[in-house]
């Protein structure tokens, strides 16, 4: 094996296993933003059916992990959103399902994007493996 095929196959390898990390680093990502994304909708519909509701509706509110409490729900007009950072600002259920719909195309187009690099990712470790690959039948 010649000094110089050597360091290729080992710097084709090294790229090979960053490449790896980095994929599956934007695999969880993408997990992460699709279970948001998930969350997002149902609390959207849930939103949708509400502010239709015209009699108090019966909740279960979380007191911590593994205490809820019964309530109702009587005013159905104003919700709390979370704006960011912790803040909540009491808005309508207009504006919050207008400002979900927003973050939803937003998680989308950030999936999207991801879903793209990780292609080209997987692209550039198969185009190495078959680098790796020629590289071991020269030295055999």
Not at 26 to 46: C, D, F, H, K, P
Not at 92 to 117: C, D
Request: hydrophobic residues 40%.
């Amino acid at each position: 094996m010649s000094a110089e095929g050597g360091e290729e196959l080992q710097r084709l390898i090294l790229e090979l296993n960053l490449l790896q990390s980095y994929a599956e680093n934007v695999q969880r990502t993408i997990e992460g933003l699709a279970a948001a994304l998930s969350e997002n909708r149902i609390v959207r519909s849930e939103l949708s059916e509400m502010k239709e509701s015209v009699e108090p509706r019966n909740v279960l509110v979380p007191l911590g992990p593994a205490v809820f409490v019964r309530a109702g729900i009587t005013d159905f007009s104003r919700v709390l959103l979370n704006i960011g950072a912790g803040i909540y600002r009491d808005v309508s259920v207009e504006e919050a399902l207008s400002r979900l719909e927003e973050y939803e195309k937003n998680l989308e187009k950030t999936i999207a994007n991801l879903q793209s690099n990780l292609a080209q990712i997987l692209r550039r470790m198969q185009e190495i493996q078959l680098q790796v690959e020629k590289l071991q039948k020269k030295q055999q």
